[in-house]
């Protein structure tokens, strides 16, 4: 009985021997390690694409009175991965100055010529951090963000990455802004009167 | 008892356990060395620095598309799975067809050297009518014969940037014959293919592997490429010993480019020229056999408008051109000498209409006129120039219930052909967030797939031995059916999604689809005039196919990735017409893929791949395994070794002889290629 059984499986499959080794090799293939933790690649290229768009921005900024041996210090206020995002851009040059990566503190503020504050972060971010640094640019992907006090707040539409600036907040600080990023903005002009 | 029996049988191929040991050692090896290195793969090989603002507002945030516009993946209400341009890469496929073998749900069978049956959840077939393929918007499912004729579609695998493949019924968006699913190629834009690409390389199947590619920009924002490419392929191994005489060669040249008009507008043209040699040998069964060589041709052009509203809401406009034209080389040719022509125009407009609901809709004209010069021993058309009209409209309306929760999404595709008339094709989809990383998600839909010209104008001689009934042999004239009516199929799905950690993703989904109207040969009647026996398509043909999906997608390591699938198929016919493709395809389909990267220089793949027997067509379950070592040297040089279905020296995957193709067999294929970036 046992032999014809195993016949007529042979006869099933006409190469016998590639099934069990097979079974022996795809179990293989499983063998891996049990490692865990960092993010999917959906969300790594996301985060650097972001990362990218706060990059850009800076090049269409004029500060005022910045040194041209300065460095444009980029503050960041994320997980650690993003950091390690934005750190990739440590070195690369804006207009002749150095981009310089820190993670953010509110007594490094007054040194940072770009702050980006990310949604994850938005529980222990207060407007009243930034409100008095005339020479920032601030830049968040928080919901609502440009309404609050933020002067670019980034967004999703259909996949892709938009931005909103706040008008205001731009005429109010000491910033000047390339019309060339204006047009690629949806713009906010502050509470209707 | 049984297994030391068995075992015995297994022993006398010492070669094997060869194999299995390089394999262990390999892995082993691999996994060893991949713990402590922790060099990280890029899965995003764009430098942001690099790109200019515009640029980056044009790349999507997460790269899917299920329905017609970019969707993050766990938002679908469908069953996807993409295939990145990485995936491709590392799976060492050298066509689309057999990257696809990865795919869960979709049965891939090389029947000869260049002749592939592809299809989605059953009815497999050279002619598998249920799908609809897409590549950059412009449809290579040919109304011809209701299939898609792989063989003269060769996109360079360098610049594709995914493969979306939707199961299930696309039906209420993609149109007709998108019923079982939906295979969508999509190019990567000219703006991500600056730089010159040279890909050089052979084997002993695909003898001759080359393509290059010089992409530029045209100003900051637009950007332009071309590409040709050349293959020759060698024969299979004969089912029965013997030559197969089925080799193939071909060249693909095409462009792009993708130019920014304004901030809010971009502007896509495109083409491509194929043309090819075949060899193959055909056996009508009442004739001789003869090899015969056939040349193709296959071009297109297309143009797209994409505008982007204040508002967000989105405007396309789409127009393409395609020839495909086949010649045989003999006075008179066992298959037809002709061509077709294809003119189609697709508008479609999305705004959200409310806060919470997003509204899709879409009109589209299709022409397609053809002519047959010549008539076959085998094959004629009546009348022998025809213009077959197709116009379509959809509409469909996406409806947040409860935001962040529970979304449904109603919708329908309108269609007029000139075989069928009016078709009606509603579908209702309906996804819950019902926690964190949770997506549930269900559909009921109804598609139809409309007649080919063949079945309402073809005239075919062909003998018992190509159908199921080969132990009775007896010529045969097929007859075209007299009313044509369009195949139906209600679909019931159902699927979960579960992202347990950042690092491990799940995927399940589950059908029924119901078949009626089939179109099926079991119209027998003898003609005493002609003393021939004539077969009619009657669509009488029901059937019905449950089957269960799992995908997984485990990167334990930055530095290792698996991911596995299992697709379970369950197909019955109520009624079986002599010549059925309604059971071939594998109840069984397993998918192992593993890739590793070794330090900064090496990446190891390695594929295993479990089909079970297609019982129709008695041919057996067979395992692949295929395996890719690539070494890169420089940061702009990769050298790699493939090989493909190592585990035997050859083996069958289908043998469908419905028109005359004879099936070979796959064999074993090592190839070694250099890609250079410059």
């Not at chain 1, 600036?165 to 906010?188: F, G």
């Not at chain 2, 040998?281 to 296959?298: C, S, V, Y």
Request: with cysteine.
């Amino acid at each position: 009985m046992a032999n014809s059984d195993c016949n007529s499986k042979g006869h099933a499959i006409p190469r016998p021997v590639s099934r069990q080794s097979g079974i022996i090799g795809l179990l293989l293939l499983l063998v891996g390690a049990f490692f865990s933790s960092s993010a999917n690649s959906d969300e790594l290229r996301s985060k650097k694409i972001t990362a990218g768009f706060v990059f850009n921005f800076a090049k269409f900024i004029e500060w005022p009175d910045l040194p041209p041996a300065a460095p444009i210090q980029l503050c960041v206020y994320a997980d650690r991965e993003m950091l390690n995002i934005f750190a990739e851009l440590s070195g690369h040059r804006i207009a002749g100055h150095e981009v310089k990566i820190v993670a953010f503190s509110t007594k490094e503020l007054n040194n940072c010529q770009v702050l980006y504050i990310d949604r994850s972060r938005q529980n222990i971010f207060q407007c009243a951090d930034i409100k008095h640094h005339a020479r920032l640019l601030s830049v968040s992907n928080i919901d609502n963000f440009v309404r609050q006090c933020g002067m670019i707040g980034l967004f999703e539409v259909d996949n892709k990455l938009r931005f909103t600036i706040n008008l205001d907040a731009v005429k109010r600080s000491e910033l000047k802004m390339s019309s060339h990023l204006l047009r690629l903005a949806h713009i906010w002009r502050g509470k209707k009167q | 008892m049984s297994g030391p029996t068995c075992s015995a049988v297994h022993e006398n191929r010492p070669g094997w356990q060869l194999l299995i040991a390089i394999v262990e050692t390999w892995l082993l090896a691999a996994i060893i060395t991949s713990i402590p290195c922790i060099a990280l793969a890029d899965d995003l090989d764009i430098d942001v620095t690099n790109l200019s603002l515009q640029e980056l507002m044009s790349l999507d945030l997460v790269v899917t598309s299920p329905a017609k516009k970019a969707q993050k993946l766990s938002d679908a209400a469908s069953a996807v799975y993409v295939l990145t341009n990485e995936d491709i890469r590392r799976s060492g496929a050298t066509t689309i067809q057999d990257a696809l073998r990865l795919v869960p749900g979709v049965q891939v069978a090389r029947i000869s050297a260049h002749k592939w049956a592809v299809s989605i959840r059953g009815f497999n077939s050279q002619f598998a009518s249920k799908i609809q393929v897409l590549i950059d918007g412009r449809s290579i499912y040919s109304q011809l014969n209701a299939g898609v004729a792989w063989d003269i579609h060769n996109p360079m695998l360098e610049d594709i940037d995914r493969i979306e493949v939707i199961r299930g019924p696309g039906a209420s968006l993609w149109g007709a014959n998108a019923v079982n699913g939906v295979i969508n190629i999509i190019t990567r834009n000219a703006n991500a293919t600056e730089g010159n690409l040279l890909v050089a390389g052979g084997g002993n199947e695909d003898r001759v592997l080359t393509a290059f590619r010089h992409g530029g920009k045209i100003d900051e924002h637009s950007a332009y490429r071309v590409y040709g490419r050349y293959f020759d392929r060698a024969q299979g191994a004969s089912l029965n010993g013997g030559e197969t005489h089925d080799g193939s060669r071909g060249v693909q040249t095409g462009f792009r480019t993708d130019l920014q008009l304004s901030p809010r507008d971009q502007m896509t043209i495109q083409g491509d020229y194929f043309q090819g040699q075949e060899q193959e040998l055909l056996d009508p069964g009442f004739l001789r056999p003869q090899e015969i060589h056939t040349r193709a041709w296959q071009y297109n052009v297309l143009g797209r408008w994409q505008h982007v509203g204040q508002a967000g809401d989105e405007l396309s406009l789409q127009f393409y051109y395609n020839r495909e034209q086949w010649q045989n080389d003999r006075d008179t040719p066992l298959l037809l000498n002709y061509h077709i022509d294809t003119l189609d125009l697709d508008f479609q407009h999305r705004f959200a209409m409310t806060g919470s609901q997003e509204l899709t809709w879409g009109m589209g004209y299709k022409l397609v006129m053809d002519n047959y010069s010549d008539t076959s021993p085998i094959i004629s058309l009546d009348p022998k120039q025809r213009n077959i009209q197709l116009f379509s409209a959809f509409l469909q309306d996406e409806i947040t219930l409860a935001p962040g929760f529970w979304r449904v999404i109603v919708g329908s595709k309108f269609q007029h052909n000139d075989y069928t008339g009016f078709e009606f094709q509603p579908t209702i989809r309906s996804i819950w967030n019902w926690a964190d990383r949770h997506v549930l998600w269900t559909a009921v839909s109804r598609a139809t797939r409309t007649p080919s010209r063949v079945e309402s104008d073809a005239t075919v001689q062909f003998s018992s031995t190509q159908t199921s009934l080969r132990s009775t042999p007896a010529q045969f004239t097929f007859v075209n059916a007299e009313t044509l009516r369009s195949e139906r199929m209600l679909a019931y799905e159902l699927g979960y999604r579960f992202q347990a950690s950042s690092r491990l993703d799940f995927d399940l989904a589950a059908f029924y689809n119901a078949y009626d109207r089939l179109n099926n040969l079991d119209d027998i009647r003898f003609d005493p005039a002609t003393k021939q026996l004539l077969i009619g398509t009657t669509y009488s043909g029901e059937a019905s196919a449950w089957g269960v999906e799992l995908a997984m997608d485990w990167r334990p390591l930055d530095s290792v990735s698996i991911k596995a699938n299992y697709s379970y198929l369950n197909t019955r016919s109520s009624v079986l017409g002599i010549v059925s493709n309604q059971d071939t395809a594998p109840k069984h389909k397993a998918v192992l893929s593993t890739a590793y990267q070794l330090g900064r220089q090496w990446e190891l793949d390695l594929t295993g791949r479990y089909v079970s027997r297609i019982e129709l067509l008695a041919v057996g379950a067979y395992f692949g395994l295929d395996a890719r070592l690539a070494w890169k040297p420089l940061d702009n040089l990769e050298i790699s070794l493939v090989g493909q279905n190592l585990l035997d020296s050859s083996h069958p995957e289908f043998d469908e002889r419905t028109f005359e193709t004879i099936p070979t067999e796959i064999e074993r294929s090592l190839y070694g290629k250099f890609r250079l970036q410059f």
